[in-house]
């Protein structure tokens, strides 16, 4: 067995596959992969290896790496000084090692950040949920789920299976330090959520890439919207703010006033608006755009999107300027159609040229939209058409991604029509919901923690400081902060989405209305949060499924929702995946104190205890209704007072200026900040 020594790691290597770690968008597990896909893999065509063999990314400064056997490697991506021995080799070259030589890598100079090391034969790495890929912050696949370290020793996977050869010129990406990134209109835009102006400056500006960036998302600098919407209603009070849905990556997510590029580490559901999405093909250029370097967007016909598929000059990679008569003029929306019913409109959006949203109803918190969703992915998944990738649920909407080489989007979109037409109505849904009984530490001591950081390195004047409950009990027109405690306790929250930040993490409403307490989002938002935090953001509710960043107001926090153990055992946890909850389960809290909380999250991590407590049951959408209609007077008197109590925020908010041009405090200022594409909440980047 060959291997390969790791003399000196660099500061951010990695092992990646591609395409990465696909199928399991819907429950928050990104693909990861390589950031820049195009340099990765012709490194892997150089050498000989399938475009899916595993191999190295390294950020800012490459490895030093020792093999024990005759070998052949290739360096590509950013341009960096490389030699074997201390000779200078070329990059894009198949570079023919001997046993005990080494090959060193350096810093990265001028263009690009980020560079791919191909070994013959790939190496051969942990493979998670299909995939070698690296997923650090999920602490899984690659080598341990971390980034690589001086000392560590690879094994190679085999031999390659095709002869070594050089990459040509016209094949190799074109990098430079003022970008343009092809990207199709949608899915949310003008004139819905955006103004036209705000369009307008989003085509003309040249955006600077910020320091605070990685693999989860690119933070840009640039002009704050002028906004279509006063605010997201029960989705948040910024006018940023809408019902989960499942993005794209690559999609420009503005995270309150923060626009953010979404990477392959990034969230697949999240509740903030997206205006335009680079198509698969320029993707890649995610991956080399390094701080201080400028991005301006050119719109063009999803029609005319380069085939990502493409290694050759067919990808129009080689050219730094992207080519283009115009975008499509339709808003991002492919169309409209009704139910079968006729009650419900359904709305097509284009989200990138390789994924539909398709949305139901209007802007509002309905759990007949949610029925239709999933009866609409049932259908779906029944068929699994050639081509489908993944089908990921949010609240009112459902994300259909497909390769566009093999299923066009006009093609989907007229498929998708002819499947509306045949759906049963709503209100038959009878689905298996399980109650989950979870501990709950009321405002855990790890949340204060996190409110502290934020006051420290982000903002200290933000609304919802220096206390989380009591802007809750504010924004909700309660009496006191056990109001707060008394209905959190009370509620059922049915899980309408998972992977709301990351493995696992559920988005989640009460079932009565008279709990639904509506709050709005961290704008900017949290750079650390902890694992399994607990947070109320728009209407829902959020188990934070690993530390990250966030923008969901705390309540406490409770035990683990994805077994790291996997495949072996921890309390609650089906064996054969390591997510904890389903579609349509029902989460109630039961008190603990802090102490006893990290004694059950030590139970659950070493795969023992009993915290969480499952009861088998179904739900009822007739059911549900037919509750509605028995307690709809006091459910209307409920929901107009805490309206008339997020009015009255509202105008303390526009008398302070927290909506003004510019009023979000500048980040570049917050010296603490470490986490780069910082997401807001609900996986929301900010």
């Known amino acids: 067995m060959t291997t390969m020594d790791i003399l000196r790691a660099g500061p951010l290597t990695t092992i990646q596959d591609w395409p990465g770690r696909v199928g399991y968008w819907n429950i928050g597990v990104p693909p990861s992969g390589p950031m820049d896909d195009l340099s990765f893999r012709l490194a892997n065509r150089a050498v000989g290896n399938p475009a899916s063999a595993a191999g190295l990314e390294a950020t800012l400064a490459g490895p030093r790496l020792r093999f024990d056997a005759p070998t052949v490697v290739a360096v590509t991506g950013a341009p960096v000084p490389v030699s074997v021995d201390g000779t200078a080799v070329a990059q894009w070259v198949p570079i023919h090692l001997d046993a005990g ?78 970008w343009e990134l092809a990207v199709t209109v949608g899915p949310h835009s003008a004139p819905e959520f955006f103004t036209e102006d705000d369009v307008e400056d989003l085509m003309s500006t040249a955006y600077q890439v910020h320091f605070n960036s990685d693999r989860t998302g690119i933070r840009l600098i640039g002009p704050q919207p002028r906004w279509a919407r006063t605010d997201g209603g029960e989705a948040g009070l910024h006018p940023s703010n809408i019902h989960d849905n499942a993005y794209s990556v690559g999609a420009l997510d503005f995270t309150g006033d923060t626009p953010i590029l979404l990477g392959p580490d990034g969230p697949s559901l999240g509740g903030f608006v997206c205006p335009v999405t680079v198509v698969a093909a320029d ?26 598929g493409e290694l ?30 006729g009650t419900t409109e359904v709305t097509y959006r284009r989200s990138g040229d390789d994924n539909i949203l398709v949305e139901y109803g209007d802007m509002r918190l309905d759990l007949e939209l949610r029925a239709r969703v999933h009866a609409l992915a049932e259908r779906i998944a029944a068929e699994s058409p050639r081509g489908l990738i993944d089908l990921t649920p949010g609240i009112r ?28 109505a709503a209100t038959d849904l009878v689905v298996p919901s399980r109650t989950v009984e979870l501990p709950l530490s009321w405002d855990d001591p790890a949340t204060r923690e996190a409110i502290e950081r934020y006051m420290l390195g982000v903002r200290s004047d933000a609304p919802w400081c220096p206390w989380n409950i009591e802007f809750i009990r504010r924004m909700n027109g309660l009496d006191s902060v056990d109001d707060v405690h008394r209905i959190v306790f009370d ?60 923008g969901y107001q705390f309540v406490g926090r409770t035990t683990q929702v994805w077994n790291h153990r996997h495949p072996l055992p921890a309390n609650g946890f089906d064996p054969d995946h ?17 102490e006893e909380l990290l004694d059950m ?39 107009t007072a805490m309206e008339g109590a997020r009015d009255e925020e509202r105008r303390r908010w526009a008398l302070g200026g927290e909506f003004a041009a510019g009023r979000t405090p500048d980040i570049t200022a917050a010296t603490t900040i470490t986490d780069v594409s910082t997401l807001s ?6």
Request: charged fraction near 25%.
């Open 101 to 178: 030589q080494v090959l060193d890598i350096g810093m990265v100079d001028g263009l690009g950040l980020r560079v791919y090391v191909a070994v013959g034969g790939g190496l051969d790495a942990q493979e998670y949920l299909g995939s070698r890929s690296t997923f650090t912050m999920g602490r899984f696949g690659g080598k341990d789920g971390r980034t690589l370290s001086d000392g560590d020793t690879l094994a190679l996977a085999g031999e390659p299976i095709r002869t070594a050869t050089r990459i040509s010129s016209d094949e190799q990406p074109a990098l430079t330090d003022s």
């Open 283 to 308: 993707r890649w250029k995610l991956g080399q755009l390094k701080p201080g370097d400028t991005v301006r967007f050119v719109a063009i016909k999803a029609t005319a999107a380069a085939s990502p």
């Open 312 to 341: 050759g000059a067919a990808r129009r990679a080689n050219f730094a300027h992207v080519l283009s008569t115009g975008g499509d003029a339709d808003h991002g929306i492919l169309g409209r159609t009704t139910t079968a019913d």
């Open 397 to 424: 909407s459902l994300q259909v991604k497909a390769d566009p080489d093999v299923w066009s989007q006009t093609a989907m979109r007229r498929w998708l029509t002819e499947c509306e037409a045949q759906l049963p």
């Open 491 to 550: 509620a059922d929250y049915l899980v309408l989405g998972l992977g709301d930040v990351y493995l696992g993490a559920p988005v989640a409403v009460p079932l009565d209305p008279r709990h639904r307490l509506v709050t709005t989002k961290y704008n900017p938002a949290r750079t650390w949060t902890p694992e399994n935090a607990v947070g109320i953001g728009g209407a829902y509710m959020c188990i934070y499924g690993m530390e990250g960043p966030g």
């Open 578 to 594: 390591p997510w904890l909850l389903r579609f349509f389960d029902r989460i109630r809290w039961y008190p603990v104190s802090a």
């Open 601 to 639: 999250r030590a139970d659950v991590a070493a795969g023992r205890g009993d915290s969480t407590r499952i009861t088998d049951g179904t739900f009822s959408l007739g059911e549900h209704q037919r509750f509605l209609a028995d307690n709809a007077e006091d459910i209307v008197a409920t929901r």
């Open 681 to 686: 909440e609900e996986g929301k980047v900010a």
